[in-house]
């Protein structure tokens, strides 16, 4: 994996009527057509899932991709109900790489998640509406600017994007 030919995501757990899947999907690919060669998604629920669906079903035309989940613990989806548990176990299995902590859930082990995406990556694709601005989603997207990464953000409100690096 090389950090010039990667990309993170990040984005909301609750997919608003600013999120669109064509959206996502058109900005994947225009990366993959850019040389981006793999993707990191959180595996979180919401934006992290639907990202990481994005990234397998754009495998079927461009097979030299690959996905990669960087969970923030072992048991990160231990509350989440069965259909949301069988989601995240497919989603494992279809990942290319799995980077999955010994440890369980702690305060701050998302933010180090979150932090260890961006640090792989060159690229960030986000999902951001400008609301919680003291949410995980907004955090690692400044971490991601001050880090330098491009950052697309695909939320269609007109307040998502902020900062001259947000697309």
């Not at 009527?17 to 959180?42: A, H, Q």
């Not at 397998?56 to 949301?84: D, M, V």
């Not at 305060?107 to 640090?119: L, S, T």
Request: proline share 2%; hydrophobic share 35%; glycine share 8%.
């Amino acid at each position: 994996m090389s950090r010039e030919t990667t990309c993170c995501f990040t984005g909301h757990r609750v997919l608003g009527n600013d999120f669109s899947r064509e959206r996502l999907k058109s900005r994947i690919e225009k990366l993959i057509d850019m040389g981006i060669d793999t993707f990191i998604s959180g595996g979180a629920l919401g934006f992290d899932t639907v990202a990481a669906e994005e990234v397998i079903l754009s495998k079927k035309n461009h097979p030299g991709i690959k996905l990669f989940i960087y969970a923030p613990c072992k048991n990160q989806s231990e509350k989440w109900n069965t259909s949301e548990k069988a989601k995240y176990k497919k989603l494992l299995s279809a990942a290319d790489f799995v980077d999955m902590p010994e440890f369980d859930y702690f305060n701050g082990c998302m933010k180090e998640r979150n932090y260890r995406m961006v640090d792989a990556s060159s690229f960030c694709i986000a999902y951001f509406n400008g609301e919680k601005l003291r949410s995980g989603t907004a955090q690692t997207l400044r971490y991601a600017e001050s880090e330098g990464l491009k950052i697309y953000n695909i939320s269609t409100r007109e307040n998502g994007a902020r900062g001259e690096n947000i697309e």
